[in-house]
């Protein structure tokens, strides 16, 4: 009976798409909890617990898509993947995730969102790095930049020009780059920030003067 074929293929995607988004929903619980947790150890605990949930979410939210990668949700699916996989650490490849929602032509309600966090995504990396020692600390956007204090002997006198030591710029810079580029140009927008394209523009504009690039 057909009817009945198609309610029980009805149902089995139905379970495909309900428990990553309990998973999802578990570990934002856990993650609630930790956030009002005073005690160190139990906090910490109670993270583990959170990002293991976060992973197996992004565990199911890719093996629907996987499975039924046209469906109405699918938009959905994959933002709620990329932001599991943000929670869990799992940074670059969420800042993909959020590109490819962003870019995707078929997207329409997370379209702006996924920009936004595809550029966050990013920043956020961009931190670490710096903290880790990987890159200098003027490749973090919303860090400003200052030229180390030269030798009395070495600074320039009197009017002349003094020019600013670029350096390569790192990939992930890049990535930043263009993640902001594709917010920037599409003119997307985020809620109750009016100056965000402004911003970002400056924040770029003192990156590339800072940076050399093949870009």
Do not use: C
Request: net charge negative; aromatic share 8%.
């Amino acid at each position: 009976n057909p009817t009945i074929i198609e309610e029980a293929e009805k149902q089995v995607e139905d379970g495909w798409n309900k428990f990553p988004k309990l998973y999802h929903q578990q570990a934002q619980a856990l993650d609630l909890k930790a956030q009002m947790q005073d005690d160190p150890e139990l906090k910490a605990q109670l993270i583990n617990r959170a990002r293991e949930f976060y992973r197996q979410a992004a565990e199911g939210y890719a093996s629907y898509l996987k499975q039924y990668p046209g469906a109405k949700v699918a938009e959905e699916m994959r933002y709620n993947r990329a932001d599991a996989l943000y929670s869990v650490g799992d940074l670059l490849t969420a800042a993909q995730e959020y590109q490819m929602v962003a870019a995707d032509p078929r997207t329409k309600k997370f379209k702006d969102a996924a920009a936004l966090d595809a550029i966050l995504a990013y920043e956020s990396l961009l931190k670490v790095a710096v903290a880790n020692g990987d890159v200098e600390p003027r490749a973090d956007p919303n860090t400003p930049y200052k030229q180390p204090e030269q030798p009395e002997s070495r600074k320039n006198k009197g009017t002349e020009k003094v020019e600013l030591q670029k350096i390569p710029m790192p990939a992930l810079l890049e990535n930043w780059i263009n993640a902001v580029d594709f917010f920037v140009k599409n003119d997307l927008r985020v809620k109750d920030l009016p100056k965000r394209h402004l911003e970002y523009a400056l924040q770029v504009g003192a990156r590339s003067e800072e940076h050399t690039s093949e870009l």
